[in-house]
């Protein structure tokens, strides 16, 4: 049930619009207080739906309004419109309230639940097969006796913030496989450029399977729970390597695909709903947006390859991914415990 409150807020700012239609069509002549211009089933019915709070509900409501005065549409269909409006909004709004609510209040079981629901969902899907097309990169050119050059040397920034992250963060078991795993993508990626198929595209993939495990439980260590986080790490690499086996044994890419894609989604989720422990939260945000344009890039290799002639789409795609890693090792570097910042600026 909507709270008193959300309805005469909703209320307060239906009347509002609908003085300021009353001032656009009457001038000043003044709108009696508490009335909707006049007795109007379409304004009556807004006092009795309890509805949620929303712009866009609002603002479907004042379009409505608008629509009814130009083209003279008795006020009874429009408050049935009205209606419907506040009866599918108040329900999803009521529906998203509660699934926050459940994930904030019980975080770890959610997330193993969102896991288990979402590794289901692939069963009904058709096979995922590798696309041989994948190998044929917009930039082939060879230099110094190095095939496809650029596609290769580009995974250097890889191998360069792993090894700086494993040099600073060895010791704790999330942080060694998130920077071994950034390293190693370095060299595995660079060796399936020198000869992309499918065997060499194994070793670029398997690295990166523990870098998206890794992260996802640095996320949930730090914004829900830190045993839980540390728990997380095992399940999903065992996942991740599986997935790749999977593939090599089936030639079926549909688990790898859960394996990188549902911990940028459970991210993302973690990130919108929990607040930040540690300072450098902007950090997952870059990181965040800077890989989401790695996979554009990756996606229109040829395409920015003909418009820049220089670089190609997939090169630029190790560039900001390996930014994003960037942004995850200064997050690392310069995080410090929300609690310690405030005793200290109290001091």
């Given at each position: 049930m ?16 609908l ?10 002549k ?5 009335s ?58 009521i ?54 050059f ?12 792993g ?63 830190a ?32 394996a ?25 945000g870059?990181?965040?947006?800077l ?15 003909s ?23 200064r ?12 005793v200290?600026?109290?001091?």
């Open positions: 909507v709270s008193s409150t959300a309805v005469v807020e909703l209320s307060g700012a239906l009347n509002a619009r003085r300021t239609y009353h001032d656009q069509r009457h001038g000043s003044r709108m009696p207080t508490g909707c211009l006049r007795p109007d089933p379409a304004c009556q019915a807004f006092r009795q739906i309890a509805v949620v709070r929303g712009s866009l509900f609002r603002s479907c409501c004042w379009q409505l309004l608008r629509y009814h005065s130009t083209q003279r549409i008795p006020s009874t269909i429009v408050a049935s419109r009205w209606f419907d409006i506040a009866y599918s909004t108040s329900l999803k709004g529906l998203l309230m509660e699934v926050g609510r459940i994930v904030r209040d019980r975080p770890v079981p959610f997330l193993y639940g969102f896991m288990i629901v979402t590794l289901v969902a692939l069963l009904p899907i058709p096979p995922l097969l590798q696309n041989q097309n994948y190998h044929q990169f917009a930039d082939q050119r060879e230099f110094f006796g190095i095939p496809n650029w596609n290769v040397v580009s995974n250097l920034p890889f191998i360069a913030v090894a700086i992250g494993l040099a600073q963060f060895r010791r704790n078991a999330m942080t060694f496989v998130l920077f071994g795993g950034i390293f190693l993508t370095g060299f595995g990626s660079a060796y399936y450029h020198l000869d992309p198929n499918d065997q060499t595209l194994f070793w670029d993939r398997l690295p990166m399977t523990l870098c998206f495990a890794a992260i996802l439980s640095a996320v949930v260590e730090e914004r829900v729970d045993k839980a986080g540390a728990v997380l790490l095992r399940p999903l690499l065992a996942i991740g390597i599986f997935s790749l086996l999977l593939w090599r044994w089936t030639d079926d890419l549909r688990l790898y695909a859960w990188q894609f549902f911990p940028f989604t459970a991210l993302v989720l973690i990130l919108s709903l929990f607040p930040p422990k540690f300072t450098g939260a902007p950090y997952w870059a990181a965040a947006a890989y989401a344009l790695a996979k554009l890039l990756e996606h229109y290799d040829h395409e920015v390859y418009f820049i002639g220089i670089l190609s789409g997939h090169t630029l795609k190790h560039l900001a991914a390996a930014a994003a890693c960037f942004a995850i090792l997050l690392f570097q310069v995080r410090q415990p929300l609690e310690t910042v405030a200290a600026s109290r001091a």
